[in-house]
Structures are given as structure tokens and as C-alpha cells.
């Protein structure tokens, strides 16, 4: 987006940060609503959890409404759970990293810029909302999982340039693009669904469940088949890291949801794709150079 002046890619990177915070708001619906199947996420507005008043839009503003009433309900005076705010920092700061790479990428047309937003910002929000209800339920919703296959696929076939890596063989752009994405979404909830037999079969109980199955088809349709293993082995290394932590600290390992690991790893390959292969490429030449040796 070379055409415009500093003054416009500051006003368009201001915008996408206040996008996130109000989507964010939006995600917290989705994260309330959907693993209890209580109501749509689009009616009736939010009420206090609590006393369950309506909430006034002057009440509802992100993040700044929580801090003036202090945390709390203007009615009933009960607290109101952080993870609403944190939340909506979470998306507009991913939303604002997000609107800085695609306003500052260079040699990129800006309507191409404009639809890996779009593109990002969905996929951001689909892994903010099943890392939260997988961390407080234990489940990865099939509204956001399903849906998101759907999204990766249509997205590839109608972008190709979304598909960092598409099969050779192919010439036609579009099957090319819907073949990479189809392959990482077989390759994603197929290794996925392998560990968990394995896992089962080693350790006589369910090791993954079926929700992270579709979950990493999602991450594949959107990342491609390398995406999609690169990110299984950030999550792995994550989890160990954090199961191991959890095991000295408390004595117990206990159940971890592994769905925000797999956020974790999939938000890694979204942004840092060139770092994660130098740091590979590095590693397995000292590791020829130590056989070598």
C-alpha cells in the first residue's frame, strides 16, 4: 500500500486496533453463549451474568466500560469476570498486529493486503473463541471448527495467494490453492486423529478427542499441510513445557486441554512463518554438522 501517506496507514492501523476491540466484544458473546446453547449470539443484547439487567450500550463499550464501573455491575455491584477486557485486548492487539502487516508489506497489490486481513482477522477470532471455551468446557465448538474447514477451503480457492505453497503439478492456480488447502486439512485432523489412537492405545484412555480433530482441520485449510505439522510441533513443545511446569509446581499433571496450545502454535505459524523456518533450518544444519562431525 505504497500509494498512501503516513498519515493514512496511521489512521488505518489505529482502525484495525479499535476492529479488534469490538470484535472482541463480540467474541465474548460467542464464548458465553455458545458451549451452552442458551441463546443466539446475535439476540437478545448482553445482560449482567449476575442479576441479569440488561446492559446499556454506554456499559458495553470495550474495555473502557469495565474500567470506569471497576469491574463491576452498575446494578447489582457483583464483579464481572477480567476475561471479558482481556479478551478484547487480546483480539484488538492481534487484530492491530495483523492491520501493521498487511499495511506495511512490501510488494503486495493493497486489495491483496486488504482480503489476508480479512482472511486473518477471521481466523484470529475463530482462535480466540475456541481457546477460551476448550480452556473453561473441554470442548472446541463445531459452529466455529466445522464452519472454519468451509471458510479455509472457499477462502484458498477464491485467493490463491492466501496458500503459501501450492503442489507443482497443478498449473491452474485455483485447484492448486483448493488442493493445498484440502491437503492440510486431511493432513492436520489426520495426524491429529493418529496421535489420539496411539495415544489411547498406549496409555488405555482417550488422548485427543475428536474436537481437536476438526479443529486442526480448521488450522490446515487455513495453513496448508507444512502449517498445519509445524504448528502441531510448536503445540507439543508448548504443552510438554507447561505440563512439566504444572507437574513440579503442583505434584499433578491432571487434565490440560491441549486446544490452546494448538492456538498457540497455529498463531506462531500465522505471523512468524519466515522466522520458525530459519530457526528449523538452523537446527537441522547443526545437526549435519554434528553427524558430519
Same mark, same amino acid.
Given at each position: 500500500?505504497?500509494?498512501?501517506?503516513?498519515?493514512? $496507514?496511521? @489512521?488505518?492501523?489505529?482502525?484495525?486496533?479499535? +476492529?479488534? +476491540?469490538?470484535?472482541?466484544?463480540?467474541?465474548?458473546?460467542?464464548?458465553?453463549?455458545?458451549?451452552?446453547?442458551?441463546? #443466539?449470539?446475535?439476540?437478545?443484547?448482553?445482560?449482567?451474568?449476575?442479576?441479569?439487567?440488561?446492559? %446499556?450500550?454506554?456499559?458495553?463499550?470495550?474495555? !473502557?466500560?469495565?474500567? +470506569?464501573?471497576?469491574?463491576?455491575?452498575?446494578?447489582?455491584?457483583?464483579?464481572?469476570?477480567?476475561?471479558?477486557?482481556?479478551?478484547?485486548?487480546?483480539?484488538?492487539?492481534?487484530?492491530?498486529?495483523?492491520?501493521?502487516?498487511?499495511?506495511?508489506?512490501?510488494?503486495?497489490?493493497?486489495?491483496?493486503?486488504?482480503?489476508?486481513?480479512?482472511?486473518?482477522?477471521?481466523?484470529? #477470532?475463530?482462535? *480466540?473463541?475456541?481457546?477460551?471455551?476448550?480452556?473453561? =468446557?473441554? *470442548? @472446541?465448538?463445531?459452529?466455529?471448527?466445522? #464452519?472454519?474447514?468451509?471458510?479455509?477451503?472457499? %477462502?484458498?480457492? %477464491?485467493?490463491?495467494?492466501? $496458500?503459501?505453497?501450492?503442489? #507443482?503439478?497443478?498449473?491452474?492456480?485455483?485447484?492448486?490453492?483448493?488442493?493445498?488447502?484440502?491437503?492440510?486439512?486431511?493432513?492436520?485432523?489426520?495426524?491429529?486423529?493418529?496421535?489420539? *489412537?496411539?495415544?489411547?492405545?498406549? =496409555?488405555?484412555?482417550?488422548?485427543?478427542?475428536?474436537?481437536?480433530?476438526?479443529?486442526?482441520?480448521?488450522?490446515? %485449510?487455513?495453513?496448508?499441510?507444512?502449517?498445519?505439522? +509445524?504448528?502441531?510441533?510448536?503445540?507439543?513443545?508448548?504443552?510438554? *513445557?507447561?505440563?512439566?511446569?504444572?507437574?513440579?509446581?503442583?505434584?499433578?499433571?491432571?487434565?490440560?486441554?491441549?486446544?490452546?496450545?494448538?492456538?498457540?502454535?497455529?498463531?506462531?505459524?500465522?505471523?512468524?512463518?519466515?522466522? !520458525?523456518?530459519?530457526?528449523?533450518?538452523?537446527? @537441522?544444519?547443526?545437526?549435519?554438522? @554434528?553427524?558430519?562431525?
Amino acid at each position: 500500500m505504497g500509494f498512501m501517506d503516513p498519515r493514512q $496507514q496511521t @489512521l488505518l492501523l489505529v482502525f484495525s486496533g479499535l +476492529l479488534g +476491540l469490538v470484535v472482541g466484544s463480540f467474541l465474548n458473546v460467542c464464548i458465553f453463549r455458545l458451549p451452552r446453547n442458551c441463546m #443466539s449470539i446475535v439476540k437478545p443484547r448482553s445482560r449482567c451474568p449476575k442479576c441479569l439487567t440488561w446492559i %446499556a450500550w454506554y456499559d458495553n463499550l470495550p474495555v !473502557v466500560s469495565w474500567t +470506569l464501573l471497576g469491574g463491576k455491575c452498575r446494578h447489582c455491584k457483583n464483579p464481572i469476570s477480567i476475561r471479558y477486557t482481556l479478551v478484547e485486548l487480546l483480539t484488538g492487539l492481534l487484530f492491530l498486529y495483523a492491520g501493521y502487516r498487511a499495511l506495511y508489506a512490501a510488494g503486495t497489490p493493497g486489495w491483496q493486503q486488504g482480503v489476508r486481513f480479512a482472511v486473518e482477522a477471521w481466523f484470529l #477470532s475463530a482462535l *480466540i473463541v475456541s481457546t477460551f471455551i476448550d480452556l473453561e =468446557f473441554r *470442548i @472446541l465448538p463445531d459452529e466455529i471448527t466445522l #464452519s472454519g474447514v468451509v471458510i479455509g477451503l472457499a %477462502a484458498s480457492v %477464491a485467493f490463491p495467494f492466501l $496458500q503459501s505453497a501450492l503442489p #507443482s503439478m497443478i498449473r491452474e492456480e485455483h485447484l492448486a490453492a483448493l488442493t493445498a488447502s484440502a491437503l492440510g486439512a486431511v493432513v492436520g485432523g489426520g495426524s491429529i486423529y493418529l496421535v489420539g *489412537i496411539l495415544g489411547k492405545w498406549v =496409555f488405555r484412555k482417550e488422548a485427543m478427542g475428536f474436537g481437536d480433530v476438526k479443529y486442526m482441520a480448521m488450522v490446515g %485449510a487455513v495453513l496448508g499441510w507444512r502449517g498445519v505439522l +509445524l504448528t502441531f510441533m510448536i503445540a507439543c513443545l508448548c504443552g510438554s *513445557i507447561f505440563g512439566i511446569g504444572k507437574l513440579i509446581a503442583t505434584r499433578r499433571m491432571g487434565y490440560v486441554p491441549f486446544g490452546p496450545f494448538l492456538s498457540v502454535g497455529a498463531l506462531t505459524m500465522l505471523f512468524f512463518t519466515p522466522e !520458525v523456518n530459519r530457526m528449523l533450518d538452523a537446527y @537441522l544444519a547443526m545437526n549435519q554438522r @554434528l553427524l558430519g562431525r
